[in-house]
């Protein structure tokens, strides 16, 4: 089976439409006003609204409060969410949806308990670490840190970008990867060219 690939930071109804064209699995929406990719959980509804059904809107929260993830949540049944910051397992099971849980890549984390401590989640996603940044640092990290024997699918994230996606399919052999600014000609502003050869290649390998 060959590379998923999610785009994140969709703002607007026509980068959803290209990166549906450019045969992204599944898009991301990001629900954290701190961001330069933030988007408003009624204009993201209208977006997921016009979706194909087999492409999955993520929804991305940082430490939210449960009224911000309630009113995302009323307004699709599709939604899958990714939670990005500090939340337990309990604060991710509570809303009975299908969620991903994000894992900064500082030095020192033992990956291993990490997973295990979120054994409910679908998958799990990688990303670099940045202090005092929760995400869409557009750094790498060490691929090698990553241990072999995860019992779960593996997102990769961080850093990514049509130049190096194909390296990080064949060396991590993710379930899927996770691009950002990678595919960005301005933040929170999606290149259709990018997304096309950024998915081409990471399904290609």
């Given at each position: ?6 785009i994140c930071g969709i703002t607007n109804v ?56 309630l009113k995302v949540m009323m307004g699709s ?129």
């Amino acid at each position: 089976m060959s590379c998923r690939v999610k785009i994140c930071g969709i703002t607007n109804v026509e980068d959803a439409r290209l990166a549906v064209l450019a045969d992204a699995d599944a898009l991301g929406f990001v629900f954290y006003s701190n961001s330069p990719r933030y988007i408003t959980p009624d204009a993201a509804n209208e977006i997921v609204a016009k979706l194909p059904p087999f492409v999955t809107p993520v929804a991305l929260f940082v430490d939210a409060d449960p009224e911000e993830v309630l009113k995302v949540m009323m307004g699709s049944r599709r939604w899958v969410f990714q939670f990005h910051g500090n939340e337990s397992r309990h604060d991710c099971e509570r809303y009975g949806v299908p969620y991903y849980k994000a894992l900064r890549m500082k030095p020192g984390l033992n990956v291993e308990d990490e997973v295990a401590s979120y054994h409910s989640a679908s998958a799990i996603l990688l990303d670099a670490y940045k202090p005092g940044v929760p995400g869409g640092t557009g750094e790498t990290f060490d691929w090698q840190a990553i241990p072999d024997n995860l019992d779960i699918p593996i997102i990769l994230a961080g850093g990514l970008t049509v130049g190096n996606v194909a390296q990080a399919v064949t060396s991590v052999r993710p379930y899927a990867v996770d691009v950002s600014g990678g595919v960005e000609y301005q933040k929170g502003k999606k290149a259709p060219t990018k997304m096309n050869d950024f998915v081409r290649l990471a399904k290609s390998v």
